[in-house]
Every structure is written in C-alpha cells, then in structure tokens.
C-alpha cells in the first residue's frame, strides 16, 4: 500500500475577510474531493485571510499512480486563477 501526500500553502487572491478566504478554500476542497477523490482538508493558517495551508492524501497501490494523481491535483489547483501556489512538499510512505 502506497500513501502519496502532499501540504500545499496558498497565497488567495482578492480575499478581503475570513469568510471570503473560506469561501475560496471550500470551493477548491470540493472541486478537488469530486474531480480526483482523494482526502483534502485545510490543515493551517485558519485565521490568516491571505493564506492557507491545505493538505490531501490519496492511496493506491502503485508509487507511479500516487505520483501522477499528486501532479495532476497540483495542476488543478495551479490552473485556478484565484489561488497561487506558494510552496508544496510531497510524501510518499
């Protein structure tokens, strides 16, 4: 069993209020939840309005299967001109 995971810091564009900022991360969370069925939650930064930090796992049974769901989720979410990708670390255990 292969566990691919990966932290993503966000920098959120034209947020001006926490709930503005949750309005975008909630909307990404289940865009992501639906298109890729992996597990993603907004892991840090909850009370920063400019920044979040989220995380997703997904498990498979095949390194090269983790690796390319991780990339396309992190193009997903790179293509989305509401967000910026600030920094990412990825595992795979």
């Known amino acids: 069993m ?3 995971t990966c ?3 966000l920098r959120i564009f034209e ?3 926490l709930k503005e900022k949750r309005q975008v991360i909630k909307s990404v ?3 992501l939840k639906s298109r ?9 930064l909850h009370d920063n309005w400019q ?9 498979t049974n095949n390194t090269k299967h983790a ?12 293509a989305d001109s509401r967000i910026e990708i600030i920094d990412s670390n990825i595992e795979l255990l």
């Open 2 to 4: 292969i566990v691919g």
């Open 7 to 9: 932290s993503i810091k």
């Open 15 to 17: 947020t001006f209020s």
């Open 29 to 31: 969370i289940g865009r």
């Open 36 to 44: 890729f069925n992996i597990s993603v939650a907004e892991i840090d």
């Open 51 to 59: 920044t979040a930090m989220i995380g997703f796992a997904c498990v």
């Open 67 to 78: 690796n390319e769901t991780i990339s396309k989720v992190l193009r997903f979410i790179d």
